[in-house]
């Protein structure tokens, strides 16, 4: 059964899974290529379960990019939204809580200036997600907050590592 297109089922079996086990270790790999001329300037081939899917990017003209493709940051904004919408339904369907519309409208507020000069200072300043819905989703408006990976990412010191791993000479 299909709720707020939410498979229930497959959600249930996860659900299990995880209270069985305690911990359901995922991972997620891209490989990119950084095109030295043209457009689009990024390139990568993004697998599913299903298919794969070719996702492009550009900066914009305002940091020296071709500005035809999707920016890299409007797409970290795009799979926030999308996280959190999907979340977000997932924990409405949860509640019992049917919608017949979920729109989110996300804004990201950043300063350039410390990308392009020795500024000191935070880049990004605010991130913004409105809901619009059909429904009270004020039950699980905060849950979902919490629980949505994507967010969690963008709101928590994770490790990081960046490191050249070949291609010297």
Aim: charge should be neutral.
């Amino acid at each position: 059964m299909r709720i707020n297109n939410i498979d229930q089922d497959a959600l249930q079996t996860l659900r299990e899974r995880g209270s069985r086990e305690g911990s359901i270790p995922m991972e997620r790999h891209i490989e990119g290529e950084f095109r030295l001329e043209g457009s689009p300037m990024f390139v990568a081939e993004m697998k599913t379960e299903t298919t794969k899917v070719i996702v492009t990017a550009d900066e914009p003209k305002i940091l020296g990019g071709q500005g035809v493709h999707g920016t890299p940051l409007s797409y970290v904004l795009f799979g926030v939204m999308a996280c959190f919408a999907s979340t977000l339904a997932l924990e409405a369907s949860q509640a019992g809580i049917v919608m017949e519309r979920l729109n989110v409208r996300g804004h990201i507020y950043y300063d350039l200036a410390p990308v392009v000069t020795d500024k000191e200072g935070p880049i990004i300043k605010k991130l913004v997600l409105e809901v619009i819905s059909d429904k009270d989703l004020s039950k699980v408006l905060e849950r979902a907050e919490r629980k949505c990976p994507a967010l969690f990412l963008v709101k928590n010191p994770i490790p990081v590592e960046v490191r050249q791993t070949g291609g010297t000479r």
